[in-house]
């Protein structure tokens, strides 16, 4: 039982380009969220899915978007990649939403350049 | 606006004694609180989690406190060992059908040996 998991763990891009984190979870659980950590600051919602087809935005969702064909995977797809989005990026999972732990992934790590 | 504060961006604090982390939230629609644990290049693991019909939830080393009237939540660690050395998050959840997390900005606690 692997939990969360992200792929890359790190990736440099340059400004322009665009990329998909990668995010998938074993747990069979319906919801699942984007988060990005700046530094110094706390984790912020993106993107959150409650089922498979079934996204909606979160707090920063500008310049991302997502699709959930299955309910093991959530992939995050930045388009025109911009210096602002160097960040943390977190994938999490959870099997009810509301009052229950989510757990998340170990990140991966943006750089913009 | 920042609905969860952490005051202290960092706590140094002998091995053996206790860790107080605080935690102050705005929004009045938040009925449950959990604190994550961080180390460096990993992803937050779930720490304890605490309703707002209660005013203490107690695991092993771990106490958090809720005081509604004052929007203010406290993790202790007691006794703190040099492995709890982390970055500690506090995060809000309510008001949202869909288990959005509303996160503080986090404390850097250092456990000294």
């Known amino acids: 039982n692997a939990g969360v998991t992200q792929t890359p763990k790190f990736r440099i891009l340059k400004i322009g380009q665009s990329m998909t984190l990668q995010c998938t979870q074993d747990?069979?659980?319906?919801?699942m969220y984007w988060y990005r950590q700046d530094p110094g600051m706390g984790l912020k919602l993106i993107y959150y899915?409650?089922?498979?087809?079934?996204?909606d935005k979160g707090e920063v969702p500008n310049g991302y978007n997502v699709s959930r064909s299955t309910t093991e995977d959530f992939p995050l797809r930045l388009e025109l990649a911009a210096p602002s989005q160097t960040s943390v990026y977190f994938c999490?999972?959870?099997?009810?939403?509301?009052?229950?732990?989510?757990?998340f992934g170990p990140g991966t790590r943006l750089l913009v350049l | 606006d920042q609905q969860v504060k952490q005051n202290s961006p960092s706590l140094s604090v002998q091995e053996g004694r206790i860790s107080i982390l605080n935690c102050d939230y705005t929004?009045?629609?938040?009925?449950?609180f959990l604190w994550y644990k961080k180390y460096p290049a990993e992803g937050p693991t779930f720490l304890i989690s605490?309703?707002?019909?209660?005013d203490k939830n107690e695991d092993g080393r771990f106490t958090v406190f809720l005081n509604k009237s004052a929007k203010h939540l406290s993790l202790h660690i007691v006794p703190s060992q040099p492995g709890d050395s982390a970055v500690y998050f506090c995060?809000?959840?309510?008001?949202?059908?869909?288990?959005?997390?509303?996160f503080g900005q986090g404390t850097i606690l250092t456990v000294h040996p």
């Open positions: 747990m069979n659980h319906n919801y």
């Open positions: 995060a809000g959840n309510g008001g949202t059908s869909y288990g959005k997390l509303t």
């Open positions: 929004n009045s629609m938040f009925d449950y």
């Open positions: 605490i309703s707002s019909i209660k």
């Open positions: 899915s409650v089922g498979a087809g079934i996204t």
């Open positions: 999490a999972s959870t099997n009810r939403g509301y009052r229950e732990t989510q757990y």
